[in-house]
């Protein structure tokens, strides 16, 4: 359930955070988590520029990191930073040992964080392991404003959940007002036992996981009731490996829009960091106001992600490479299309059973595409053309994994006469046999020429991101092929629709495919139909 405009108001006061800080309209808000933007500048006058870049993007805070500093001298540039940020400020001077820059003298270090709550500091970090001591200088003696965090960060790995909720409470004995605990995300699973820590909590905490796996901690922060989540100022500028940009925050994942009550939905697959589907599904989330989010899941095992986030909020997955058919094996239910090709792109769990239903939308928006594209070339199924463009044409599927599956299927439903190419050959006889086709190996592709105009589809992973200067097939036997169609669509021209242009071939990009799944997914996902448009636009500001 989503926070109230009053219960919202009165947390936010409770913080000594004033309404204005966080420029509220009335019921823009569902969650009481604040976006922090740490500032690293080398500078004083570099980290007031950047503070005032926070405040532009929208960051609700910004952590003030002393560490990076360069010839600090704590009174003044203390005293300059509080005053003049136009934002409330989170004070850390991280040593080392905890993952930080600073190698002084411990003392000096933390007699400047006590001079930064004298100066007004809304909050200040200190780390556990010197937590008592630090409580033990101050004896008692703090302004009424500051809270200290006190915080914990393991760059190891992720404790079970009952291992954190003892840390949890360790560190909240030392008298700390807001809990930190920050661990390393080794599986996107480990984030589950700071989700359920988090839920329960008592009292007011910050969990984080850190790295690429982690990064669904930082943006569900706000459904699992996070104090606080971090937000860099621009990409690549990261205090913490794996955080997200403020404005991906604000834009891409709608995050004020997230309450305790949103439904999670996402893409599973490996790698995942180059997937558009974040940006195509939020947007059309947010303007059918369906109250759902869309992330990227980098998973490595689908059963071990299924069973973790087995709650009824965890609602509806996109499958890519390489997780289409272990997708298959985790389903509860299967729709027929997706059973006879063997292989799903979507999965939803059903609201009333929580069972796991598989889908396969592969098929239909690479065909559509496929064939639109040769009815371009004035290529018609039959004399009125009402038939298939593919019907008694020869179509070269390269791979045989799921999204081939989908294309083999579909080109045989449509009447062409399949071939399947792949490294392995007796992958791509399995498949060939299943639709009544030829097998051959990718490395035959080279000299395969049983005819002209002949349909070619990549399904492989050849091509895509950061590898896009590879591709499957020598660029002399395109000629053969009066169409090309590459599934892959980051980046958008591979070297194979390229080289098949130069060959003469029309080219269809795989993005065609891919907003034709998105049209049928947005649908499945929200019960609202699709605002076609919309997406079109979303996908092409984003490639």
């Known amino acids: 359930m989503g926070f109230s405009v009053f219960v919202l108001l009165s947390l936010l006061l409770m913080t000594g955070l004033a309404t204005s800080d966080l420029q509220i309209s009335h019921g823009a808000r569902k969650n009481s988590t604040l976006i922090c933007a740490p500032v690293m500048g080398e500078s004083v006058d570099q980290m007031l520029r950047q503070v005032e870049q926070a405040k532009e993007l929208g960051a609700d805070l910004v952590e003030i990191r002393l560490d990076y500093i360069k010839n600090f001298s704590p009174r003044q540039d203390l005293e300059t930073l509080i005053k003049r940020s136009p934002l409330p400020t989170l004070v850390t001077f991280r040593p080392k040992w905890e993952g930080g820059e600073y ?64 840390l949890v409470a360790t560190i909240q004995a030392t008298g700390a007002d807001i809990v930190k605990v920050a661990t390393t ?17 008592q009292v007011p905490m910050i969990g984080l996981l850190m790295g690429e796996k982690g990064l669904i901690s930082r943006v569900l922060s706000a459904k699992y009731g996070s104090y606080v989540t971090f937000g860099t100022l621009d990409a690549g500028e990261v205090s913490a490996p794996g955080q997200p940009t403020v404005t991906d925050l604000l834009e891409l994942y709608n995050f004020r829009q997230i309450g305790a009550d949103t439904k999670v939905h996402g893409v599973i697959g490996n790698p995942i960091g180059h997937s558009k ?37 965890w609602v509806g997955y996109s499958y890519t490479i390489p997780h289409k058919e272990a997708g298959f094996k985790c389903c509860d239910e ?38 639109e594209g040769l009815r371009g070339l004035g290529l018609n199924g039959s004399s009125n053309g009402s038939g298939s463009p593919l019907a008694g044409r020869l179509f070269v599927v390269m791979g045989a994994g799921g999204a081939g599956k989908a294309l083999a299927y579909g080109g045989k439903q449509k009447g ?25 190996t990718l490395a035959e592709l080279a000299n395969f020429h049983p005819e002209d105009g002949m349909v070619l589809a990549n399904t492989t992973s050849v091509g895509m991101k950061p ?48 907003l034709n799944q998105a049209f049928v997914q947005v649908e499945k996902f929200s019960g609202i139909p699709a605002n076609k448009q919309l997406i079109r636009d979303t996908l092409a500001r984003n490639t």
């Open 103 to 166: 190698e002084g003298d411990e003392n000096k270090r933390q007699e400047a964080l006590i001079l930064a709550m004298e100066l007004g500091a809304d909050y200040i970090d200190v780390e556990l392991k010197v937590a008592n001591d630090f409580y033990s200088s101050i004896q008692g003696k703090k302004p009424e404003k500051v809270k200290i965090i006190v915080s914990s960060h393991n760059y190891e790995n992720t404790p079970s959940a009952e291992e954190i909720g003892n």
């Open 185 to 201: 995300a080794l599986d996107i699973t480990d984030n589950a036992s700071i989700f359920q820590v988090l839920a329960r909590s």
């Open 277 to 313: 589907s974040p940006h195509l599904y939020n947007a059309a989330f947010k303007a059918n106001n369906f109250n759902g989010i869309y992330l990227p899941l980098l998973v490595d095992s689908v059963a071990n992600f299924i069973n973790t986030y087995n709650s009824p909020d």
């Open 334 to 371: 299967i729709d027929p299309n997706a059973l006879a090709i063997g292989a799903i792109s979507c999965m939803i769990r059903n609201p009333i059973d929580g069972k796991l239903k598989g889908y396969n939308v592969d098929y239909l928006g690479a065909i559509a595409a496929i064939e």
């Open 416 to 440: 062409a006469r399949v071939v399947v190419a792949n490294r392995s050959f007796d992958k791509a006889k399995i498949l060939a046999d299943k639709v009544g086709g030829e097998a051959i």
């Open 467 to 514: 590898r896009t200067d590879q591709t499957a097939i020598p660029k002399e036997a395109l000629k053969n092929y009066c169409l090309v169609f590459d599934a892959i669509y980051t980046p958008k021209w591979t070297r194979l629709l390229t080289e098949a242009q130069e060959s003469g071939a029309a080219v269809v990009f795989g993005t065609e495919m891919f």
